[in-house]
């Protein structure tokens, strides 16, 4: 077994809360909580609205603070007639390093499905931002038991296309749609279920190597109190983290997960 070498990632995304002057305070709340340590040893990164994207980075610039940035989502086209789309190098221009792609939100919402999901993954990649491309079922199919095989054939359609080092460059986020929002966490067994599953399938799509590389993050529900034995299972690299995000506490609590004794 090779040795699992990749750096925990805890993503808040912000959703569509927050003004700018609150992301601006929320940013260096969670900051003063964190130290350099803790920081080295686990990427934190925020995703807030585009409205608040320039204000966190001034914060983050201004301050050298050891935290991430990105967006919730990112347009597939490159510029043009698109009213309303934001561009992946406007994006990577105001210093993201990181896009959600594909949150269960978008695809309910605003009819993604995994073609245009593919697109904003390869948009993403073209402008040197990384990509958390999100997949995760419904309650319909976990109810179903066709979870994995669903969760699966959306993991194949955002990945369509991409050559070994381009998927070495994306996060993945497993959301199953019954946890969001609904303090309905899965367990720690079944986020590792889905997730190990997606690490298989990386294997079989690559190699051991690129399935070893790829960081595999849990959302839904998570937070400072369940973070700990998420994290404890051997495929589960991070979190992306919604409601608990926007509390600079308890998502220092998440980041610290590492510090908490799993019993
Ligand atoms: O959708 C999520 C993160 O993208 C999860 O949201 P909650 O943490 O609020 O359940």
Redesign the pocket.
Known sequence: MTENTRRPLMAG?WKMNLSHREANKLVQDLAFRLNEKQLAEVEVVVLPAFTSIRTVQSAIDGDKFLIGFGAQDISQHTSGAYTGEVSGAMLAGLGCTYA?VG???RRAYHNEDDALVNAKVKAALANAITPIL?VGEGLDIREAGTHVAYTLAQLDGGLAGLNAEQAKKVVI?Y?PVW????GKTATPEDAQEVIGAIRVRLGELYDAEVAGAIRILY????KASNAAGIMAKPDIDGA?????SLDAEEFAGICRFNEVAVS
Do not use: D, F, W
């Open positions: 995304n959600v949150h269960s939100e999100c986020a959301e946890a969001i929002g609904t959302g839904g529900s998570v992306l983290v919604g409601g608990a």
